[in-house]
């Protein structure tokens, strides 16, 4: 028996139920590893999801992929990845961003055609690995890990290449992030400004909300204001690459045919029940939203950890530093751009 496989049999082999259901709590306990080094000064600002994947890659090149407990982490990594970008679109409230989000609603465009353009053309320049590239482009413009997890499968991208793609968000995301906490102070805009700027800029909801708190209630709610719209726009987004992708399919090949990702209409869906059923028709409360926030990081770390274990350093170093440097470079120029149309 191999070194991974006696080590998922000591820890696992006395649950009850099969490889499915040992796989599945296999990918939640890495999770909970995750949520404990994140607890640690220094891992608390990257977060449970990019320690989730640090010790799921570090698994993978220490102990290589658990075999026997393959059906489960595969189901976390696509059935419960889906349902945690199901429950991400209780995080969108619609009514908001027609409401008083419309004018940011063409930058957020900008920003976002920016991000993916950005990033391809650099990527073709310096001959860096166009999916992983392009998943990135897609997580700087509009909302970090949901997005590249939601245009993965539409694009046929590798596990891998969707883990990568997510660990340097999250990664770069919060290095951004705490950059412009620190350079809060020293900037001479005010608190609204401040917030809009991190919100068309940062990757993330979460890399949004930790810029934004130093502005204030008034900054850090034109700060999510910002980001929702973003997130609004990986909609049309991800329909626009089902159109590409078809498009590109040689007629009458079966293997390259696109399926329609339904749980896109399970995403619109729960943000429009965010937006108009609860609360203004079905009353709930703040901690029962709070639970469902808790819930889909959870789920949305579990997956990622599945996509983690997937990851084999000694095929993928090479392809993803290109990547990540192209990434920064759009990146920054996002943040210099954004700054000075305010």
């Not at 658990?66 to 199901?86: C, V, W």
């Not at 619609?94 to 391809?120: C, K, M, N, S, T």
């Given at each position: 028996?191999?070194?991974?496989?006696?080590?998922?049999?000591?820890?696992?082999?006395?649950?009850?139920?099969?490889?499915?259901?040992?796989?599945?709590?296999f990918?939640?306990?890495?999770?909970?590893?995750?949520?404990?080094?994140?607890?640690?000064?220094?891992?608390?600002?990257?977060?449970?999801?990019?320690?989730?994947?640090?010790?799921?890659?570090?698994?993978?090149?220490?102990?290589?992929?658990?075999?026997?407990?393959?059906?489960?982490?595969a189901?976390?990594?696509?059935?419960?990845?889906?349902?945690?970008?199901?429950?991400y679109?209780?995080?969108?409230?619609?009514?908001?961003?027609?409401?008083d989000?419309?004018?940011?609603?063409?930058r957020?465009?900008?920003v976002?055609?920016?991000?993916?353009?950005?990033?391809?053309?650099?990527?073709?320049?310096?001959?860096a690995?166009?999916n992983?590239?392009?998943?990135?482009?897609?997580?700087?413009?509009?909302?970090?890990?949901?997005?590249?997890?939601?245009?993965?499968?539409?694009i046929?991208?590798?596990?891998?290449?969707?883990?990568?793609?997510?660990?340097?968000?999250?990664?770069?995301?919060?290095?951004?992030?705490?950059?412009?906490?620190?350079?809060?102070?020293?900037?001479?805009?005010?608190?609204?400004?401040?917030?809009?700027?991190?919100?068309?800029?940062?990757?993330?909801?979460?890399h949004?909300?930790?810029?934004?708190?130093?502005?204030?209630?008034?900054?850090?709610?034109?700060?999510?204001?910002a980001?929702?719209?973003r997130?609004?726009?990986?909609?049309?987004?991800?329909?626009?690459?089902?159109?590409?992708?078809?498009r590109?399919?040689?007629?009458?090949?079966?293997?390259?045919?696109?399926?329609?990702?339904?749980?896109?209409?399970?995403?619109?869906?729960?943000?429009?029940?965010?937006?108009?059923?609860?609360?203004?028709?079905?009353?709930?409360?703040?901690?029962?939203?709070?639970?469902?926030?808790?819930?889909?990081?959870?789920?949305?770390?579990a997956?990622?950890?599945?996509l983690?274990?997937?990851?084999?350093?000694?095929?993928?170093?090479?392809?993803?530093?290109?990547?990540?440097?192209?990434?920064t470079?759009?990146?920054?120029?996002?943040?210099?751009?954004t700054?000075?149309?305010?």
């Amino acid at each position: 028996m191999s070194a991974n496989n006696r080590l998922s049999s000591n820890f696992f082999g006395s649950l009850p139920g099969n490889a499915w259901f040992k796989g599945i709590v296999f990918t939640f306990f890495i999770a909970f590893l995750g949520y404990l080094l994140a607890l640690v000064p220094g891992f608390n600002f990257i977060g449970q999801l990019a320690c989730a994947i640090i010790i799921a890659v570090a698994y993978r090149q220490l102990f290589g992929y658990p075999e026997s407990l393959r059906s489960g982490i595969a189901f976390s990594s696509k059935r419960l990845l889906r349902a945690a970008i199901i429950l991400y679109g209780l995080k969108l409230n619609v009514h908001i961003i027609l409401e008083d989000g419309l004018g940011l609603l063409a930058r957020d465009a900008a920003v976002v055609l920016v991000a993916i353009f950005g990033i391809l053309l650099l990527a073709k320049l310096f001959k860096a690995d166009r999916n992983i590239s392009l998943l990135l482009g897609v997580g700087t413009g509009i909302c970090g890990a949901a997005a590249i997890a939601a245009v993965a499968p539409i694009i046929k991208a590798k596990d891998e290449d969707t883990a990568i793609g997510v660990g340097i968000i999250a990664l770069m995301g919060t290095v951004f992030a705490i950059a412009y906490t620190i350079l809060r102070p020293f900037l001479p805009i005010g608190d609204i400004e401040y917030g809009m700027w991190a919100g068309m800029s940062l990757h993330e909801v979460a890399h949004v909300a930790l810029a934004g708190a130093p502005a204030g209630e008034e900054g850090l709610a034109m700060a999510l204001l910002a980001k929702l719209g973003r997130v609004f726009l990986l909609i049309p987004v991800c329909f626009i690459f089902i159109w590409i992708m078809k498009r590109k399919a040689p007629a009458g090949d079966v293997s390259s045919k696109v399926e329609f990702p339904w749980f896109l209409l399970g995403f619109m869906g729960m943000s429009l029940i965010g937006s108009y059923v609860l609360g203004p028709i079905i009353p709930v409360s703040e901690a029962a939203m709070d639970f469902i926030s808790i819930l889909t990081t959870w789920l949305l770390t579990a997956a990622m950890v599945g996509l983690g274990l997937n990851v084999s350093l000694k095929d993928v170093k090479e392809r993803a530093l290109l990547p990540l440097a192209v990434m920064t470079i759009v990146s920054l120029s996002i943040s210099i751009l954004t700054f000075f149309t305010l």
